[in-house]
């Protein structure tokens, strides 16, 4: 099948950069839509930023001119780069993906998350 695995997520301090990575594995004829969620202690899951396969974006209005979401369509993978980052941003980060299978099914598949913890 398919699966995501999503790398990244550490501690880092408030101001700081970092960047999560998504890559998309299985059995892969091509991925659509490409998108990050996190969901922060007892709260919804929400969304942070998506991208299309032809590289349109679309972000939360929380993290516009903060957070980049970038995609290399070669490699089935997603990235989010994550500048200027405070505590409101500490959560788990969900990749997600729209999947084109090998045999045509089109899939909508999760990451297992990744922790941004934002703090001094």
């Known amino acids: 099948q398919v699966q995501l695995v999503e790398s990244g997520g550490v501690l880092v301090q408030p101001g700081g950069s970092l960047r999560l990575s998504c890559a998309a594995s299985?059995?892969?004829?091509?991925?659509?839509?490409m998108g990050w969620y996190r969901q922060a202690l007892a709260k919804e899951r929400e969304l942070v930023a998506t991208i299309i396969t032809g590289g349109s974006t679309k972000y939360a209005d929380y993290v516009k001119g903060r957070f980049t979401i970038s995609r290399d369509n070669a490699k089935n993978t997603v990235y989010l780069q994550m500048n200027s980052l405070k505590p409101e941003d500490t959560a788990v980060y969900y990749c997600?993906?729209?999947?084109?299978?090998?045999?045509?099914?089109?899939?909508?598949?999760w990451g297992q998350g990744t922790l941004v913890t934002v703090s001094s």
């Open positions: 299985g059995s892969i004829f091509r991925t659509a839509d």
């Open positions: 997600n993906a729209v999947v084109i299978t090998r045999t045509y099914v089109r899939l909508e598949v």
